[in-house]
């Protein structure tokens, strides 16, 4: 059985030599790993490692489309009324932009790219121009996102990473700001029974004003 060999790294650790000169007692470079003490004077120091980070969402967006249908009943009559038909040509990525808290639930920023075409449909193909997302999360299950609102016109870019924050203030209203500093500044209650009808221009933080001018 080989012999165990205990370093003592009692010094800290030393950047500023090159890892060819080691010092007794320093150590030059350390990944992952935590420095843990009582923090009592003179007391000596343990490190331990950290643990990784995991995947556990993977957001996707369903591209779908709805048809608006006349009702026909049993003998092929119209009723009068009108079914909402709506076909599901497949799923794409959600890039991820930002992210905010409220409480326990987590809000994702997200970008859709555009998609030329789907092979595998059964029109044929049909394109995709791209949108942008906003998904909660629960933070006590984190399996289950809910996409809340998507819209391109919010248009978010890759090359510009959101910055939220989110704010409780009843049961009814948790309203979150974000900017990406492109476009104006946004704030959204996430917990607005209408959100989905909302126009982007409704999320403006300073909508425009238009001012008339009155002739004398």
């Known amino acids: 059985m080989r012999d165990q060999q205990i370093n003592s790294f ?45 995947q556990v969402l993977d957001l996707k967006f369903t591209v779908s489309n709805s048809t608006i249908i006349p009702e026909l009943d049993e003998f092929g009559r119209l009723t009068g009324k009108q079914i909402v038909h709506t076909s599901i040509h497949g799923e794409l990525p959600c890039e991820f932009l930002g992210y905010t808290v409220i409480r326990n639930t987590l809000i994702i920023f997200s970008n859709v790219r555009y998609m030329l075409a789907f092979p595998t449909n059964a029109l044929g ?23 809340i609102y998507d819209n391109k016109n919010l248009n978010f870019s890759f090359s510009h990473p959101i910055k ?17 500093n492109k476009n104006p500044v946004r704030s959204l209650n996430i917990k607005d029974p209408n959100i989905e ?18 002739g004398l």
Not at 133 to 146: C, F, K, M, N, R
Not at 165 to 171: A, F, M, P, V
């Open 10 to 54: 009692y010094k800290g650790m030393q950047k500023d030599l090159g890892n060819t000169m080691p010092q007794e007692g320093l150590y030059t470079h350390a990944e992952n790993v935590r420095v843990t003490t009582s923090g009592g004077p003179g007391e000596s120091a343990i490190l331990v490692n950290v643990k990784g980070n995991k």
């Open 125 to 147: 193909g049909i394109g995709f121009s791209g949108t942008n997302t906003i998904h909660t999360v629960e933070l006590d299950d984190l399996s289950t996102p809910t996409l």
């Open 164 to 180: 939220a924050i989110g704010r409780y203030e009843s049961e009814a209203i948790q309203r979150i700001y974000f900017t990406d």
């Open 197 to 214: 009808n909302l126009t982007v221009d409704k999320l403006d933080l300073n909508p425009p004003v238009n001012l008339v001018h009155l």
